[in-house]
């Protein structure tokens, strides 16, 4: 499988505010971050999975889209590398000014911390195909913004950042 050099490496790292009950990155002050065509067009979903498992840092635990609703999680960090496809994506909330909405595509992945809200805004080719991993030994949870997940959002502060980069091991941006 072929991983872009990090020294070639292209990266964006957002900061989103706080709006209404989804924090964003408001509590750790983490960005998110997209690996711009971090593996190769020719990889597969069963590669990428291998090469998570092998880097030793996140567990894939599923193959899917992204859903169409603004959730985030509260108990995990999520790495999303892209397996099939583009698509838009929302992150912060579709309500919120200071949202960001990329353009993703096939050999990207995109670290999101805990907190940051994310959907699915449209599916430019059909098929859009994700492997969604998250750091080993955490389970993840679905949180939407809304009243009565106050204690969940909390916790966010106490979870721990990568030691090692999910995609890249020793060194990588999420160190930085």
Request: proline share 6%.
């Amino acid at each position: 499988m072929s991983l872009t050099p990090l020294e070639k490496l292209r990266v964006s790292r957002i900061l989103i505010a706080r709006h209404d009950l989804i924090p964003n990155t408001s509590i750790q002050r983490r960005p998110l971050f997209i690996y711009h065509s971090a593996f190769s067009s020719a990889t597969t979903a069963s590669s990428i999975e291998a090469h998570l498992t092998a880097t030793g840092v996140v567990t894939p635990q599923w193959r899917f889209t992204m859903y169409s609703t603004t959730h985030f999680h509260s108990t995990a960090h999520e790495v999303l590398c892209i397996a099939r496809g583009r698509a838009r994506l929302c992150f912060g909330g579709e309500d919120n000014p200071e949202r960001f909405e990329p353009l993703v595509e096939k050999g990207d992945v995109i670290v999101v911390p805990a907190g940051v809200g994310h959907r699915l805004l449209q599916d430019l080719d059909g098929g859009f195909e994700m492997v969604g991993s998250y750091p080993k030994g955490r389970l993840w949870d679905m949180c939407y913004g809304r009243t009565g997940e106050e204690e969940k959002v909390k916790g966010i502060q106490d979870l721990g950042w990568f030691d090692r980069d999910p995609v890249y091991g020793g060194s990588g941006p999420v160190l930085e």
